[in-house]
């Protein structure tokens, strides 16, 4: 019996990020990425893919080794020959909220319709059971490339992949409201899971509760949606009909919120595949995530993780 395959779309960059003594530490994240991480390590036996476009430079070859160290198959690592991989800072303050600077222009993950066009790496990819990508996978594309995306991820679902989806809205990668919803609502069109914030649709659609998102996700045809809605909790729903609520747990500290919602996103997507429901799932993913936001950094030391982990063992 074959093991089940996860596929995540998007951008891994270098990570800068500053110590307590003002020093900068390096390491490897991106929100697709750190999913895919993330639901490696709550299933081992997932096989787990990163498609994405890599350089040549010395930080392309260090990225995929740290991937292949993670369980992530660099297999689909496509290398551009003019471009290389994008950089970010990050600070966070004293309540663990995020501030970034971003190198990434142009980087070999914006060029990835091109490299995939020019290796004709389509025709030798194997069926994967979920496919999952995000708003910043979007937002990093040209618009032609949007476009092309999308008919390539309708590609992968008429052969039989699951699509997942998390609109991750960061304002500064669009032009406007109205060019973020366009491509939004495409995404939703195509996805089978939905994954969205309550943040993300009150900035971009001024969608105050949960039930608007809902009616919302209805007409698109969202089979699977799961509200992550800060302190009221989160709420899934199946085919517009409620499912279940899991109350939201504080963390006993907030030091670094980055990779919350994509640790939320990698265990919850991992849960589903090893056939737990969906209830199960939130309650697990919402716990990884709260460990995540209590420690430094988009990828938390994989003793501490695997310790917790045991938990739900």
């Known amino acids: 019996m074959s093991r089940p395959s996860l596929l995540a779309i998007g951008e891994c960059m270098l ?37 994405t476009g890599v350089g040549q430079d010395t930080f392309s070859t260090l990225m995929t080794e740290h991937w292949e160290k993670h369980g992530i198959s660099s297999k689909f690592a496509l290398i551009s020959p003019t471009h290389n991989v994008g950089i970010y800072a990050i600070k966070n303050d004293g309540n663990g909220e995020r501030h970034f600077d971003y190198w990434r222009k142009d980087s070999a993950a914006t060029q990835l319709m091109q490299l995939i066009e020019h290796n004709k790496a389509e025709s030798d990819w194997p069926h994967f059971d979920v496919i999952y990508f995000s708003g910043i996978t979007l937002g990093v594309l040209a618009d032609h490339d949007k476009s092309r995306f999308i008919d390539l991820v309708t590609r992968l679902k008429a052969k039989g992949s699951k699509i997942a989806f998390d ?10 409201k109205a060019h973020a919803i366009q491509w939004l609502e495409a995404a939703y069109d195509l996805s089978d899971i939905v994954l969205p914030g309550t943040e993300d649709h009150d900035d971009l659609l001024g969608h105050t509760s949960v039930s608007e998102i809902v009616d919302y996700c209805t007409k698109h045809d969202v089979s699977e949606l799961v509200v992550k809605a800060g302190k009221q909790g989160v709420f899934a729903f199946v085919n517009g009909q409620a499912l279940c609520h899991v109350p939201f ?27 737990h429901d969906c209830k199960t799932a939130i309650e697990q993913a919402a716990g990884a995530a709260g460990l995540v936001v209590q420690h430094q950094g988009a990828i938390v030391e994989h003793k501490i993780f695997d310790a917790f982990r045991q938990h739900f063992a």
């Not at 990425?33 to 993330?38: D, E, Q």
Request: charged share 20%.
């Open 15 to 51: 990570e800068l990020s500053f110590t307590l003594s003002k020093t900068l530490h390096h390491s490897f994240a991106g929100d697709t990425y750190n999913s895919l991480v993330y639901a490696k390590r709550w299933q081992a036996q997932l096989d787990c893919y990163f498609l």
């Open 167 to 176: 609109p991750n809205y960061r304002p500064k990668m669009w032009s406007s």
């Open 249 to 275: 747990t504080p963390a006993k500290i907030q030091r670094d919120t980055t990779a919350a919602g994509d640790s939320f996103a990698g265990v919850y997507l991992a849960c589903r595949m090893a056939n």
